[in-house]
């Protein structure tokens, strides 16, 4: 057996989707954008939703919407996708690292907190794998030290707490990269319920402009393309169902697989599995684990294997006396396993068998 980590699906639909684009000869930003736009703001819960060309230029537009810059600080998990940081640095402000809890993975908001300094301008969460922040405790922290809150989230499409889905605390970036929940091939939306911040959002991710070669302020090219955006329609019909395969494979794991910690979603949080990440007990080599099982077939992954502070770049920086031990604790000891919608109940069996018998 062969199982990938991830299998992106395009069907008919959305060849069908494509072409019609094609056709119509609409070959950059149209009315497919304004539509996902609508869309994927709508099935969130958001006001505004300006699409991108990805989810990095999207968390680069959100920094920039929010006049984020020169000596800022932005407080973020290492434990993290490197875009989370890299955003941050993009505008020239200073990416702070709080340390996650170790049950959810997600950042700290005591940790967050402890980090906040003179020149701290923003907090961003990421919901890590598929599972929300704590976002009533980040939005508490923000107001009381009127700090904007930002929120990653590049893997969390549909995710909620309570009925509230994610996107809707604060500016918020999504991803569309085809292993995400959901694909446009490239993209990426960030969602606001701000009207002034959604304008300088479209201005960003246009040059600048609000009419035609009127440079209002400094704009990118960060746009997405309607072909992009004709995909994204069609796979945001499919995510509900796409979702429920994810939670329901997730679930059996969850009942069925003894040999290593599972994933803990806390009391009234939806969690929407972008990553089932499981963590080795203390004394077992994760390497030797996830080796095994590769060796068996199954795509196993490891998301992040080393944290973003101590990545090479910012050693270089001179994060060199940054420690965060629940972060360097879990890189050390997660994995994460095949949770994608095209699983099949066989392959479910065989993944609970050989990760039982592996550690
Ligand atoms: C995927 C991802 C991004 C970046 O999105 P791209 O579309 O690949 O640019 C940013 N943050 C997190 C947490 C991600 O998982």
């Given at each position: 057996m062969q199982i990938p980590i991830a299998k992106p699906f395009i069907g008919e639909e959305e060849k069908q989707a494509v072409m019609q684009v094609l056709t119509s000869g609409q070959l950059t930003t149209g009315p497919k954008v304004a539509e996902f736009e609508k869309a994927f703001a709508a099935y969130q819960g958001a006001k505004h939703g300006v699409a991108t060309s990805n989810g990095t230029t999207a968390l680069m537009a959100a920094m920039m919407a929010h006049g984020i810059g020169l000596n800022d600080e932005v407080i973020i998990p290492s434990f993290s996708f490197f875009a989370t940081a890299s955003c941050v640095l993009s505008v020239g402000a200073?990416?702070?690292?709080?340390?996650?809890?170790?049950?959810?993975?997600?950042?700290?908001?005591?940790?967050?907190?402890?980090?906040?300094?003179?020149?701290?301008?923003?907090?961003?969460?990421?919901?890590?794998?598929?599972?929300?922040?704590?976002?009533?405790?980040?939005?508490?922290?923000?107001?009381?030290?009127?700090?904007?809150?930002?929120?990653?989230?590049?893997?969390?499409?549909?995710?909620?707490?309570?009925?509230?889905?994610?996107?809707?605390?604060?500016?918020?970036?999504?991803?569309?990269?085809?292993?995400?929940?959901?694909?446009?091939?490239?993209?990426?939306?960030?969602?606001?319920?701000?009207?002034?911040?959604?304008?300088?959002?479209?201005?960003?991710?246009?040059?600048?402009?609000?009419?035609?070669?009127?440079?209002?302020?400094?704009g990118y090219n960060f746009r997405m393309t309607d072909m992009a955006a004709a995909i994204g329609l069609v796979q945001l019909g499919r995510l509900p169902e796409w979702t429920n395969a994810r939670q329901h494979n997730a679930s059996y794991f969850n009942s069925h697989i003894e040999s290593v910690t599972t994933p803990t979603t806390p009391a009234d949080y939806t969690h929407v599995y972008h990553q089932y990440t499981v963590r080795v007990p203390d004394g077992v080599d994760r390497e030797a684990v996830a080796k095994r099982l590769n060796e068996k077939g199954i795509g196993v992954r490891v998301y992040y294997p080393l944290p973003i502070h101590q990545q090479p770049v910012f050693q270089q920086m001179g994060y060199t006396d940054v420690h965060l031990p629940e972060t360097e604790k879990a890189t050390a000891q997660v994995f994460s396993l095949p949770v994608h919608p095209a699983l099949t109940e066989e392959e479910r069996a065989y993944i609970v068998q050989e990760v039982n018998a592996a550690c």
């Open positions: 200073r990416p702070v690292f709080a340390d996650i809890d170790p049950v959810t993975f997600n950042m700290s908001p005591e940790a967050a907190e402890a980090a906040i300094t003179p020149r701290t301008k923003a907090i961003m969460p990421v919901h890590l794998y598929g599972l929300p922040a704590e976002m009533s405790k980040f939005e508490a922290i923000c107001q009381k030290h009127n700090l904007i809150l930002l929120e990653d989230a590049a893997q969390a499409h549909g995710a909620s707490i309570g009925q509230r889905r994610v996107g809707t605390w604060g500016t918020a970036s999504f991803s569309f990269y085809p292993t995400k929940n959901m694909t446009t091939t490239e993209g990426g939306m960030v969602l606001t319920n701000d009207d002034e911040i959604a304008r300088k959002l479209r201005m960003i991710r246009a040059q600048g402009m609000n009419t035609q070669y009127y440079h209002e302020i400094v």
